[in-house]
């Protein structure tokens, strides 16, 4: 079948893949790991099983806090059998100059429902390489929504293999940016199976001297008839010193399908600032009001109430500081 | 009420530095409507921004006064506050802000302006619903974002929902018969009647005497080739409509 997901196995430290790798051309990790990595002692694999039918009302949480000079290899299993439904939030932290290289697998049984919530604030010396895979399902449901704020250099690499009919996948992500910070996320979805829907919704914001990434791809197999497919990266440049490098691909082999991708990188256009200013606001106000409403877009994509009211409350928070600096 | 006086007005274009105003010179006193007719590219959508204070036009020459103040010293927004109001000829789409989020800011942002006090969320409400009865809005209006999905009548009757609420003493209205069918003029045109006051002003920007039908000016300005070429009563409507721009362009020339 061809597919091009590759091993799970953590990038390694002796042997780390450099920008002549087309997958990391925009991203140089070997230059933004902290000098004096010191192996720590590798943590179980954590795992989450959820077995058949079982329905969790209330979100679970889990933390990965790092410490400086540690280089820890976290694993992350997350399974749910036929028809279980979980909303997970993953949480990152540390403190100091570390490299936290995860490796995250999911499974997503006939008929499951995963709303998986991950929030990113490691800290802004450290860097975190997460490479994530996921199958899902005949009538599954995946729905990813990844909040980027922290970390020196971040890359966020899924590789999703839609194996059962009728399933959706969903990545929504927003990555808040500034100083130096570098972020890129990387994502695979490999449509195997037919009638399966997946969806793509990126938006960054870029700050000082921040570089984003994006780069996705959509692999329709021969045999996934009436995919519907769809990606969006929105970028948009708070400062003149900003990058975003943005790589868009679709690879079609079936004849029935649709599949759609749209990408954008600029600043905040005058128009709506004219309208807002002509209305009342000041400039601050209005650049605010304008900024908020970029992020909120994909915010509203998080299915549990709680935990969007959490994620408005500190982009919000970033907002302000990014904008009165 | 409002002095406009011998304004110049450049914008940059790809063919370089551009005069479009060249000596724009009108009076509109307290209470009274004046319309604006002309031709495309001469000049009226121009005018209604650099009124407004759109920072792509640059005023060379001239002075602009609302009530003694003058508005050329002033941001967009303390125009606003001032009691400008303009409605847009192309109400801009802002996804992501609902209409009562945006209604709400710009209300407040007015009044804080002014050192007045913050209407609360009920107070906000009650207004809201008045406003947008007598507009027929529907409330599910004011749940999408602004001017999104809206078609070319809702939005300019949004544009006279927030002109009601935000009470100006000055209004410009660009072109807010355009893309109008019949019946949504008519509810347009009634929503500026239902404002016009002695203490309140008007300009009203149109390509066509249709509007005039349903807002009668007081004075009627022709305008040609970035300036006023003639000035008249409601009669000189008719008369543009029954013999086209063509002879104030050459008047113009």
New interface residues.
């Given amino acids: 079948m061809g597919s091009q997901v590759k091993t799970m196995k953590p990038l390694n430290i002796d042997d780390l893949p450099t920008p002549k790798v087309e997958e990391w051309k925009y991203t140089n990790l070997g230059r933004a790991l902290p000098a004096n990595l010191a192996v720590a002692e590798q943590p179980e694999e954590i795992v989450i099983h959820k077995n058949r039918g079982e329905v969790c009302e209330q979100p679970e949480e889990i933390v990965f806090t790092s410490s400086d000079g540690q280089h820890t290899q976290p694993r992350l299993r997350i399974v749910l059998e036929e028809g279980a439904q979980l909303t997970l939030i993953e949480r990152h932290d540390g403190t100091g100059a570390y490299w936290k290289n995860m490796v995250t697998e999911i499974e997503v049984g006939p008929n499951a429902n995963l709303q998986h919530v991950r929030l990113q604030n490691d800290n802004n010396e450290a860097v975190q390489t997460n490479l994530v895979h996921i199958k899902t399902a005949r009538d599954a449901v995946y729905n990813g929504f990844s909040l980027n704020m922290g970390g020196k250099l971040t890359r966020h690499e899924i590789h999703a293999e839609i194996q059962g009919e009728n399933g959706e996948v969903s990545f929504n992500g927003i990555n808040m940016l500034n100083g130096e910070q570098h972020a890129d996320t990387t994502i695979l979805i490999e449509h195997q199976a037919p009638h399966c829907q997946s969806n793509q919704f990126y938006r960054t914001l870029l700050d000082d001297k921040s570089h984003g990434v994006f780069q996705g791809k959509v692999h329709v197999h021969q045999a996934a008839q009436k995919t519907d497919g769809y990606q969006l990266s929105n970028a948009l440049l708070l400062s003149p010193d900003a990058e975003m490098d943005t790589k868009p691909e679709l690879e079609i082999y079936a004849d029935d399908v649709k599949c759609s991708h749209g990408a954008t990188t600029g600043q905040l256009d005058?128009?709506?600032l004219?309208?807002?200013?002509?209305?009342?606001?000041?400039?601050a106000?209005a650049r605010m009001?304008?900024i908020?409403?970029?992020v909120?877009?994909v915010i509203e994509k998080v299915e549990n109430e709680p935990v969007r009211e959490d994620i408005l409350e500190a982009t919000h928070t970033w907002l302000q500081t990014a904008l009165n600096s | 009420m409002i002095n406009i006086k011998d304004v110049h007005a450049h914008v940059e274009t790809d063919d370089g530095d551009v005069e479009i105003l060249k000596g724009i010179s009108l009076d509109i006193p307290a209470g009274e409507v004046h319309a604006i007719m002309g031709p495309n590219g001469s000049g009226k959508s121009t005018l209604s921004y650099v009124l407004a204070g759109r920072e792509d036009y640059e005023v060379t020459k001239g002075a602009i006064e609302l009530d003694g103040e003058d508005l050329l010293e002033l941001e967009p927004e303390e125009r606003a506050a001032a009691g400008l109001f303009l409605a847009f000829q192309y109400p801009v789409e802002i996804p992501g802000v609902n209409m009562s989020t945006f209604l709400k800011t710009s209300i407040n942002s007015i009044r804080k302006q002014r050192g007045e006090d913050e209407l609360d969320a009920l107070a906000l409400l009650k207004l809201m619903k008045e406003k947008c009865k007598d507009l027929g809005i529907s409330d599910e209006m004011m749940k999408r974002a602004v001017n999104v999905g809206f078609s070319g009548g809702e939005k300019k009757r949004n544009e006279v929902l927030q002109m009601a609420m935000l009470d100006p003493k000055f209004a410009v209205l660009d072109e807010t018969d355009s893309g109008l069918d019949i019946d949504a003029l008519k509810i347009v045109a009634d929503g500026v009647n239902s404002m016009r006051s002695p203490d309140r002003s008007f300009l009203v920007i149109t390509h066509y005497q249709r509007l005039l039908d349903y807002i009668k000016p007081d004075v009627v300005h022709v305008m040609a080739k970035g300036k006023i070429v003639k000035t008249g009563g409601p009669e000189l409507a008719l008369e543009l409509e029954e013999k086209g721009y063509a002879e104030f362009i050459e008047e113009a020339a």
């Fill in positions: 005058e128009d709506p004219f309208y807002l200013r002509q209305r009342g606001l000041n400039e106000q009001l304008l908020q409403a970029f909120d877009e």
